[in-house]
């Protein structure tokens, strides 16, 4: 019954926004080489447990490819974008082998496409907690010196309020 196996391109069905058809293949051949090896070329053995192995692989990689589609058709220009990816080449710079982008983990390892993905998901809660929490931090610390220094800055805000409510006359009395 175990008589024949898609490997390669023919089976992964995915969309040709990673570049990554060919390094599955790459892949699905080092695996079952491998698997070759464990199982004694025992092909009964062998392909249940291959297919077994890379569906998740291969639902990974095609998620990655549509996710990396969205990504360059709509957030590439986003300020936050830009923002975020600063962030992620910064604490990969700082810990290279606790946050690593996720095109260098794609594209520069041998990690398994679905592993890539959960440690993608781990990384982004963990940087967007981060962030949250350093925002929490500042609008607080922001708030606690307005706070402190308040009679300083009612002053000057008394005052940018007067300049903004004579100007805002005199451009009503313009136009009557």
């Not at 019954?1 to 490997?7: A, D, G, I």
């Not at 080489?33 to 464990?38: I, K, R």
């Not at 041998?110 to 925002?135: C, D, M, P, S, T």
Request: net charge positive; proline share 2%.
């Amino acid at each position: 019954n175990s008589k024949c196996m898609l490997m390669g391109d023919a089976a992964h069905a995915v969309v040709p926004f990673y570049g990554q058809g060919m390094n599955a293949g790459f892949e699905d051949c080092l695996v079952f080489a491998e698997l070759m090896d464990q199982c004694h070329n025992d092909l009964r053995i062998c392909l249940p447990e291959f297919s077994r192995l890379r569906v998740s692989d291969a639902h990974a990689i095609s998620d990655l490819a549509m996710y990396n589609y969205k990504e360059m058709r709509a957030h590439v220009n986003s300020k936050w974008f830009l923002f975020r990816k600063y962030v992620d080449n910064f604490l990969h710079a700082i810990l290279p082998s606790t946050i690593i982008p996720l095109y260098t983990m794609v594209t520069f390892s041998r990690r398994r496409y679905h592993e890539v993905v959960q440690q993608w998901a781990w990384q982004n809660k963990v940087i967007n907690r981060g962030l949250f929490f350093a925002g929490v931090t500042a609008a607080f610390g922001s708030t606690y010196l307005l706070i402190k220094y308040r009679s300083y800055s009612l002053v000057w805000l008394e005052m940018l309020w007067s300049w903004a409510s004579q100007f805002t006359y005199k451009k009503l009395e313009v136009f009557q």
